[in-house]
């Protein structure tokens, strides 16, 4: 069984660029998260897809986005990157919105 | 307050000994609740979930919950050097599906 996998495993970006981060869910999960996590703190609530629709955001502004494919995959976008979005972003799938969550290896991203 | 509390440690505790940590939340609809570990510099990993008032044991491991306190446990029993990482608590959100996670609190088992 193909766990959740993520893509890139690192990025480096400067200040305004965009971001696509990839994450493929586990098999038979149709739920995707995604996380923020900044260095010595728990990972933060960025979004949930559940079956290509959105189903609960965090306090991210709107330069965060989002989709879910209908294979389940998922991607996260990232408009006019700032300093402070330098973090490792974690993706998460489940059996479904409210089953236990099974997180990737995640993307560590650099804002210069 | 803040949503999801644990103690951020180190909690350090010598090989063998039983590791016990804590976790409060603030919102009393939260029905589901996980325990993940967290290597440095590697991704969150569950490792518990429980959902009903009382114990729940895997192995090593047991969880506790106390919703009319607002509290859940893990304990680790027989601890290992290898147990040493960070333990995140994280508490299912009534609305969204969404995990709020505690800062985590560092063990450190020494041997």
């Known amino acids: 069984e193909t766990g959740v996998t993520q893509s890139p495993t690192h990025l480096i970006k400067t200040r305004g660029q965009q971001v696509t981060l990839r994450c493929s869910s586990q098999s038979g999960h149709n739920t995707v998260s995604w996380y923020q996590q900044a260095l010595g703190q728990g990972p933060q609530f960025i979004f949930q897809?559940?079956?290509?629709?959105?189903?609960g955001r965090g306090n991210f502004p709107p330069r965060f986005s989002g989709l879910q494919f209908p294979n389940y995959s998922s991607e996260l976008n990232v408009n006019a990157l700032e300093l402070d979005d330098s973090a490792l972003y974690l993706c998460?799938?489940?059996?479904?919105?409210?089953?236990?969550?099974?997180f990737g290896d995640g993307t560590r991203l650099s804002i210069l | 307050q803040k949503e999801v509390e644990q103690n951020s440690g180190p909690l350090s505790v010598p090989e063998g000994a039983i590791a016990s940590l804590n976790c409060t939340y603030s919102?009393?609809?939260?029905?589901?609740f996980f325990w993940y570990r967290q290597y440095s510099g590697k991704s969150p990993e569950l490792i518990m979930f429980i959902y009903s008032n009382g114990d729940k044991e895997d192995g090593r491991f047991t969880a506790q919950l106390n919703k009319a306190s607002q509290y859940v446990s893990l304990l680790i029993r027989d601890s290992q050097p290898s147990d040493s990482a960070t333990y995140l608590c994280?508490?299912?959100?009534?609305?969204?599906?969404?995990?709020?996670f505690g800062q985590g609190t560092e063990l450190s088992v020494k041997p």
């Open positions: 994280a508490v299912n959100w009534v609305q969204g599906g969404k995990l709020i």
């Open positions: 998460a799938s489940s059996l479904g919105p409210n089953q236990p969550q099974h």
């Open positions: 919102d009393r609809g939260s029905q589901s």
């Open positions: 897809y559940y079956r290509e629709e959105e189903n």
